[in-house]
Structures are given as structure tokens and as C-alpha cells.
């Protein structure tokens, strides 16, 4: 591990596409690669996105400890890549993964399965209605 991002040899080509932030990130959302469940989101530089298209693990770069992990090192709940994609800006990689546990630091399967918020059905007024 390292305290700051290594020189990357990700492909020159796949670098100069990507829309970084300011520190040079990308958000990465891992997605059960089956079932569409989304699992988490984490962040990667060059060298992360390199490591998981050439590990077939998921690497990121973690901002609070200032070094990469590769999931499932310490937890054992890896994540297998099956794909990565870029969206449609390149700012933004989806990685669809094989899960092996739980995706989030607290144990649940998803980091999105505890922290629901309620959307008013039909807000907002000016969207098509389904009838039509």
C-alpha cells in the first residue's frame, strides 16, 4: 500500500479519456453483475482502474487512509469483476462484480439497504403520466 496515488500504468488511451475530480478520482459503483443489485460506491485514480482491469479484483483508492485497497483483502468479501464500463461523460465507471459477502463496511449486503428514504409517489406534476 502506498500513502499517495503510484504513477499509473493504465492504458494511455483509457487515461486520456477519463473526467477526473479535482484530486484526480473517479466515482466507481459496483453492481452484482446478475442481479443488477447495486452494492457500492468507491472511488479510483489510473492506478486503481488499471489494478482492477488487470487483477480481476475491485481496487480503489480509499480517501480517508490515503491508499488503495482491494476489496475483500481484510474482509474476505471479494469482489470477482465481470466488466467495467465508462458512462456516457467518462466520469463515472461501472464495475458489475460477483459479490462474495457483504459489499458494505458494516456487514450488509449493500451499502444502500439501510438508509431508505421515502419519495412521494407522483411529485412531480409536470412529468408524463403512464396512461397516456
Do not use: N
Not at 444502500?112 to 419519495?119: G, R
Request: glycine residues 6%; aromatic residues 6%.
Amino acid at each position: 500500500m502506498t500513502s499517495t496515488p503510484a504513477p499509473s500504468t493504465l492504458d494511455p488511451e483509457i487515461a486520456a479519456r477519463l473526467k477526473r475530480s479535482a484530486d484526480g478520482l473517479l466515482p466507481a459503483i459496483a453492481q452484482q453483475y446478475d442481479s443488477g443489485e447495486v452494492l457500492m460506491l468507491g472511488w479510483m485514480d489510473d492506478e486503481a482502474l488499471h489494478r482492477t482491469l488487470t487483477t480481476g479484483r475491485c481496487t480503489y483508492w480509499s480517501r480517508s487512509r490515503r491508499e488503495y485497497w482491494v476489496k475483500g483483502d481484510t474482509s474476505g468479501h471479494f469482489q470477482w469483476v465481470k466488466s467495467v464500463a465508462l458512462d456516457c461523460d467518462a466520469d463515472t465507471v461501472l464495475v458489475k462484480v460477483d459479490q462474495v459477502g457483504a459489499a458494505c463496511h458494516t456487514g450488509a449486503r449493500t451499502c444502500f439497504d439501510e438508509d431508505v428514504l421515502k419519495a412521494v409517489e407522483g411529485a412531480d406534476s409536470d412529468a408524463p403520466s403512464s396512461a397516456q
